[in-house]
């Protein structure tokens, strides 16, 4: 069995996906359910290749530059843009959490449903 590339949003919409099954492939033990995706897997594959590169050169900038071919500053404004791309889904997902909390205080969901909702956006 071949694996592919981590994809973390539809190809249809753009949503962020969820993933529902995990699997090991020694023993063939399978869980399903409803897995939040780490904010670090939704970056876009040049991202994630970036974060493995600059952990590798034990977060040398200078020495990722240097493998690269590139400046300095284009290699720390490389980290820039990932560092804003996590806040970014942080924000997202604390804006999700506020709305759910708002829903409850105004008594469109009740408590336990409220709860389930938090639990699905990892608040």
């Known amino acids: 069995m071949t694996t592919s590339q981590f994809v973390s949003s539809c190809p249809s919409c753009q949503s962020r996906l969820r993933a529902t099954r995990l699997s090991c492939p020694s023993c063939s033990v399978q869980l399903e359910g409803q897995f939040e995706v780490p904010p670090l897997l939704r970056l876009a594959p040049d ?55 708002a829903a409850i205080e105004a008594g469109e969901i009740d408590a336990a449903e409220g709860i389930r909702r938090l639990k699905e956006v990892g608040a």
């Open 47 to 101: 991202d994630i290749a970036f974060i493995e590169r600059f952990v590798r050169a034990s977060g040398s900038l200078k020495q990722v530059a240097a493998e690269m071919g590139k400046s300095y500053p284009t290699i720390r404004n490389r980290l820039d843009q990932v560092i804003a791309a996590l806040d970014e889904a942080q924000r997202d997902r604390e804006a999700v959490r506020t709305q759910i909390l």
